[in-house]
């Protein structure tokens, strides 16, 4: 039981993905609560089950498949009128057998970030259909002045070549030689991103005015935890939105022309307990935390470890990326630790 009058329910929910990016979906049944709604496979975690345990009892009892593939994701709870749920939920990548609904349930096969041909949603399904849509890699960039651009755009370039979809423009030790030159190499790195059709957020250390022209904005850990100390902190994710529909221009002009935008990212980078705490409460999109493993942007200074992540990934609520030593050779540990993915700059960028 919870603490107040509410009945608190462990759940393992898996979002089983095919290599096209389909996503099996549930009705359920009408002899359960919520008749008719949609949400993901999955059950309640019984005494002395693992998640990953639970959730492959529970695909064999409901769907009759075998689960081959499995790995934590993102832990989330939502409230209900009678009753708290705590959803761990998981990605499902491989699998034997056909899924079939042996509890009467009808299934379909969906794409996020697509029209829904089915509904309603459980509310609590809602969430990880927006997160799972977000890349597992995430490119930071360390250009460090006007010498380095001509080579950093062409490593950005191969990057986005080979699928990278998500970049940060951070670039603090610029912002002390010449904002106009550091503003150049943002439009720069986003006229690239544009042209490949991926995501770009600009980091908190440069002028608020550049994010309406970015995706989105990631905060650093100390800018995230103070807006989050804040009084109205809530409206934050607001204030973003309005930025991005606004369409401000570096010097602070309304651009009239420019078509509206949908709201923009939220990201923050994150180091512990408290800096994830406050990325919920800016109601991030995503955190990055770390580092995790020994990398030269540290020297001197040990990663916390998969150990370590995998523990504060679990209670983090939010998809998480892992950063510091990370590289296309580490994104299975990463996933196997909880992470949606991976973030980093000289691993991304070549």
Known sequence: MSDGAKPFIEVAAGLILRPDGALLLAQRPADKPWPGWWELPGGKIEAGETTLQALARELKEELGIEVTKAAPWVTYTHEYPKNIVRLAFCRVTAWNGEPAGLEGQTLAWARPGSRMEVGPLLPATEPPLRWIQLPTRYLVTAIGGRKGLPAFLDKLSAALAQGVRLVQFREPA??????????????????????????CLVNSCHPESWRAQADGVHYRAADARRLASAPGAAAIRADASRAAKDGIDPAGNAAGDR???????????????????????????????GHVLDTPSHPGQPGMGWARFAELAADAGLPVYAIGGQSAATLDEAWRHGAHGIAGIRGLAG
């Open 174 to 199: 610029w912002m002390q030689e010449s904002v106009a030159e550091a503003y150049a190499a943002f439009t720069h790195v986003l006229r690239l991103c544009r042209q490949a059709g991926a995501l």
């Open 259 to 289: 078509k509206e935008k949908a709201p923009g990212l939220i990201a923050v980078s994150a180091h512990d307990k408290a800096d994830l705490q406050a990325a919920r409460e800016l109601g991030a999109d995503f955190a990055v935390l």
